[in-house]
């Protein structure tokens, strides 16, 4: 096992990290910016109106992008099953 080849499974692995990771993310971000932005016109400043509409929009995207991303981890698992012999052998 080589060096290139840990770090060919390594950099898919963050590749992978960022894509699972970014539907929720950036539905947080939105969700959040909207939230701030509708808090800074009315000056209502009140924690709960700031978590509990993230909490709902993030928990919606998961139910949403949840297979996809289930699918995506299972590919990428077994693409790393399929790569064993070839790291293994030289």
Same mark, same amino acid.
């Given at each position: 096992?080589?060096?290139?080849?840990?770090?060919?499974? @390594?950099?898919?692995?963050?590749?992978?990290?960022a894509k699972l990771s970014a539907? *929720?993310?950036?539905?947080? *971000?939105?969700? @959040?910016?909207?939230?701030?932005l509708l808090q800074s016109i009315?000056?209502?400043?009140?924690?709960? *109106?700031?978590?509990?509409?993230?909490?709902?929009?993030?928990?919606?995207?998961?139910?949403?992008?949840?297979?996809?991303?289930?699918?995506?981890?299972?590919?990428?698992?077994?693409? *790393?099953?399929?790569?064993?012999?070839?790291?293994? @052998?030289?």
């Amino acid at each position: 096992m080589d060096t290139a080849a840990i770090l060919d499974i @390594g950099l898919d692995a963050m590749v992978l990290a960022a894509k699972l990771s970014a539907p *929720l993310l950036v539905t947080a *971000l939105v969700v @959040g910016f909207a939230v701030s932005l509708l808090q800074s016109i009315t000056q209502v400043q009140e924690v709960t *109106l700031s978590f509990v509409p993230k909490a709902i929009a993030v928990a919606a995207a998961l139910l949403i992008a949840g297979h996809w991303m289930i699918a995506e981890t299972v590919a990428f698992t077994q693409e *790393l099953f399929a790569r064993i012999p070839s790291l293994l @052998g030289g």
